[in-house]
C-alpha cells in the first residue's frame, strides 16, 4: 500500500516563501516515481486539479508551468523518500489546496497516487 502525505501549508502574505515537503511510503521503490505537484484552486473541483510542476525519477529534469515557472523549485530526495516544491514570491493568485502525485509508469499504463493535499493561503 503506498501512501503519499503532504506538509508545509499554511497562511503566508504576499511576497514570502513556502517550502512543501511530500513522503511516500509503503515501498521500496521511490526512485520508480516519477512526483508532481498539482493545485485546486478556490471554486474548482478536486477534477480540475492544475499541475505546477512534475520531476523526473532521478530528479535530473523538472518541469514547470507558465505560471510558476521562475517561481517555485521542485526537488526530491531518493535518500529520504521526499519530494519538495519550493514556491516563492508567492502571489494571492496561489492559494490553492496543493497535492502531491506519485506516478508509476509500466510502459502503457500507470498508476497514480496522490496525498490529501495540504492548503496554502496567500494574503494581502
Given at each position: 500500500?503506498?501512501?503519499?502525505?503532504?506538509?508545509?501549508?499554511?497562511?503566508?502574505?504576499?511576497?514570502?516563501?513556502?517550502?512543501?515537503?511530500?513522503?511516500?511510503?509503503?515501498?521500496?521503490?521511490?526512485?520508480?516515481?516519477?512526483?508532481?505537484?498539482?493545485?485546486?484552486?478556490?471554486?474548482?473541483?478536486?477534477?480540475?486539479?492544475?499541475?505546477?510542476?512534475?520531476?523526473?525519477?532521478?530528479?535530473?529534469?523538472?518541469?514547470y508551468e507558465?505560471?510558476?515557472?521562475?517561481?517555485?523549485?521542485?526537488?526530491?530526495?531518493?535518500?529520504?523518500?521526499?519530494?519538495?516544491?519550493?514556491?516563492?514570491?508567492?502571489?494571492?493568485?496561489?492559494?490553492?489546496?496543493?497535492?502531491?502525485?506519485?506516478?508509476?509508469?509500466?510502459?502503457?499504463?500507470?498508476?497514480?497516487?496522490?496525498?490529501?493535499?495540504?492548503?496554502?493561503?496567500?494574503?494581502?
Open positions: 500500500q503506498v501512501q503519499v502525505e503532504e506538509s508545509g501549508g499554511g497562511l503566508v502574505q504576499a511576497g514570502d516563501s513556502v517550502m512543501l515537503s511530500c513522503v511516500v511510503s509503503g515501498r521500496r521503490t521511490f526512485d520508480k516515481y516519477a512526483m508532481g505537484w498539482f493545485r485546486q484552486v478556490p471554486g474548482k473541483e478536486r477534477e480540475e486539479r492544475e499541475c505546477v510542476a512534475t520531476i523526473n525519477y532521478s530528479g535530473g529534469s523538472a518541469d507558465d505560471f510558476v515557472r521562475g517561481r517555485f523549485t521542485i526537488s526530491r530526495d531518493n535518500a529520504e523518500n521526499t519530494a519538495y516544491l519550493e514556491m516563492n514570491s508567492l502571489k494571492l493568485e496561489d492559494t490553492a489546496v496543493y497535492y502531491c502525485n506519485a506516478r508509476r509508469n509500466f510502459g502503457v499504463a500507470y498508476l497514480d497516487y496522490w496525498g490529501q493535499g495540504t492548503q496554502v493561503t496567500v494574503s494581502s
